[in-house]
C-alpha cells in the first residue's frame, strides 16, 4: 500500500512540476556552463541590426574567472550604427522578466550591452540597454531597423566590472533595474509579443552569463 501511495504522489509531483513549467512559473537559466567551449550556445540564433560585420557569439571561458563559461559577443566591428543580437530560439513571450549578468570588456566607439524582448526580427524589437561609455542606461523600441529612444536615465557603468540587468514586461509596462536599482519605467504599445535575447554595439565586447527567463 505505501509503495503504491509514494508512486501516486510521485505522479501528482510529476504532473505539478510540469504545469508549473508549461504556465512559466518556473525560470530557465541559460549558465552555457553545457555548451562547447569555442562555439556558439545551443537554443539561441544570432542577427544583426544596421550595418558592418555580422557579431560573433562564442561560449569562452570568463576572463581571470577560473573555468566558469560565458557567452562572449568578440566581434570588434567599429561601424557606429551596428547592434549584434543572440536571441533565444522558438520561445515567443508576451509578459516576461529577464535577468542577466554582463561585464563590458572594451570597445572604442561603445561600451554598451542589453536585453532584447518581443522580437519579430533584426529590424523589429525593444531593447533596453547600459553603456559603460555614456554612463546611462536607456529604452529603445527598433522599428523598420530605427531605433528610437522613449526614456533614458545617467547611471554609473564601470567596465571591466559584472553588473546585473533585469526588466520586466508587463502588457505596454516595461520596468528596468540596473544592479537592483530600479531605472527606468516606461510604457509603449508597438510590439507585443516575441523572442527575447541579448544584444551589443557596435565594438562593444562583452561578456554575458546567468541569461535567465521567467514568466
Known sequence: MRRKQNSASMMILTAALMILSISGSLPTTFTFESDRVGSPPANFEFARTGRGAEGKWTVEIERGGGKNHVLLQSSADKTDYRFPVAVVKNDSFHDVTLTVRARPLQGEVDQGFGLVWRYRDANNYYITRCNA?????????TINGSRRAFQNRSVKVATRVWH?????????????????????DAHDDTFQSGQVGLWTKADSVIEFDDFTITQ
Not at 133 to 141: A, K, L, R, V
Not at 170 to 182: I, S
Open 133 to 141: 561609455d555614456e554612463d546611462n542606461c536607456t529604452i529603445y523600441h
Open 164 to 184: 546585473t540587468l533585469k526588466m520586466q514586461a508587463r502588457g505596454n509596462h516595461f520596468v528596468v533595474w540596473f544592479d537592483g536599482e530600479k531605472v527606468l
